[in-house]
């Protein structure tokens, strides 16, 4: 599993419009390459009378599935140049379409990359772009004595607080970094002089918002 990585927040659309043309873009994020052409497919038959659907989508922990579709564009000047920008991005898992009605006025080769381009990254500066990282769940089990001390320094903390469960001792949840465990365990232990129980729970990634 990566540390990091990033990726689209979810579903969205974004319309321009270039020189008459219509250029409506659609992205979705996936993590298989059949949900990513279910997808294309499924603007292919919302807009069945546009004169292209392009689309373009990069799957996997190391990108090892890129596919870029023209749809009747000339060859290279729509999948391509939408791909790149989710290369240029670093995005992984996510798949986009675009939607083009011709307005009556040709673009050119160079007119077409760049506003095939041009729609997918305004599409995602729209819609958002996210930063997944990988996290583990600490929990420390404290005497309710501890509670306040261990709560105020946690939220002051880099760490992240997740949770309080209020039991028969109060169990603290905590969202840590893989790499920084070791120090959120002595730093845990520290703090409680050593009254603490600290056990490592699941790995999960968070989700935050590095672009609207």
Known sequence: MLSHYYTVKGYGEHEIIIQKSRFICYIERVTNEQDAQSFIQQIKKKHYDANHNCSAYIIGENDHIQKANDDGEPSGTAGVPMLEVLKKKQLKDTVVVVTR????????????IRAYGKSVSEGLGAIGIVERKLMRVMHTK????????????????????????????????????????????????????????ISEGEVTYLEQIVQN
């Open 101 to 112: 009605y011709f307005g009556g006025i040709k673009l050119g080769t160079g007119g077409l």
């Open 142 to 197: 404290i005497d309710y004595t501890w509670l306040g001390k261990v709560e105020n320094e946690l939220r002051s903390s880099t760490f992240l607080l997740k949770e309080i469960h209020y039991l028969n001792d109060v169990e603290v949840e905590a969202y840590v970094e893989e790499d920084n465990k070791g120090t959120f365990i002595d730093w845990m232990t520290e703090l409680t002089n050593g009254k603490g129980y």
